[in-house]
């Protein structure tokens, strides 16, 4: 099919709720293919409801995401729990938006975003789904925290978008999925007012799908030894 018929299939997909991953299935072409016009329906979406960025449904944290991070106070952001945050997973930080789809539909993503060290480690969606879809799907995406809670869109805006500009500095890219959900988060411009870190270092601890002599290497590029801490597990 031309580049028009699979621009229609693809809006086509996507009004039935499908994921861009599902749509790429469905249509057997590359998600970078469907990656890319998807997020084109999105834009000519919003310009054609002439309000800029669909609204904001709804949007959450883990709680506990302040551990050992610098917040700037004049932004009156709280962490509901600050010590929830459980040994293995302090600076990693659950981040899950949605904005409305339809009247009642929603455009859901979400956001694993390593706040020490490597910046966005993972991410969902966008999925379409309505409003039992969307509770159901939170419950399962903060299942191995301590708990969430709401929170302000540009507080999860400088998570993410501020943990990646750290992560940056340090040497690591955002997962390669995180360019098809970012458009979720909204725009964001500026410095974040949150210093990245644990206690304002980088610090790495290993994951259980990381080569954490890969990050290892990349961190001793820009940084000596005695600048970054970090944990791995023995070999």
């Not at 979406?45 to 700037?72: F, H, K, M, N």
């Not at 159901?136 to 943990?163: D, K």
Request: include cysteine; charged fraction near 30%.
């Amino acid at each position: 099919m031309d580049s028009a018929e699979l621009k229609e299939r693809v809006r086509e997909l996507r009004g039935q709720g499908r994921s861009p991953k599902e749509i790429a299935r469905e249509l057997k072409v590359p998600p970078s293919v469907v990656a890319p016009i998807v997020r084109a329906i999105g834009a000519e979406s919003a310009e054609l409801a002439g309000a800029g960025e669909p609204e904001v449904a709804g949007c959450w944290i883990s709680t506990g995401w302040s551990a050992r991070l610098g917040v700037d106070p004049a932004r009156g952001w709280v962490d509901e729990a600050p010590g929830s945050a459980a040994e293995g997973i302090e600076g990693m930080v659950c981040v899950l938006v949605a904005r409305r789809h339809t009247w009642d539909r929603v455009t859901v993503a979400g956001y694993l975003a390593d706040a020490y060290c490597l910046g966005v480690k993972n991410s969902i969606g966008p999925d379409v789904l309505d409003e039992r879809g969307l509770r159901r799907f939170r419950e399962y995406f903060f299942g191995e925290y301590a708990g969430w809670q709401e929170a302000p869109i540009e507080l999860a805006q400088h998570l993410v978008f501020g943990s990646i500009d750290y992560a940056r500095t340090l040497g690591f890219e955002p997962h390669e999925d995180f360019a098809t959900v970012s458009d979720v988060l909204g725009k964001w411009e500026g410095d974040a007012a949150i210093t990245f870190g644990r206690d304002g270092r980088p610090f790495y601890m290993q994951g259980p799908h990381d080569d954490p002599g890969k990050v290892l290497r990349i961190l001793r590029r820009t940084l000596s030894d005695d600048e970054f801490d970090y944990v791995i597990a023995a070999p």
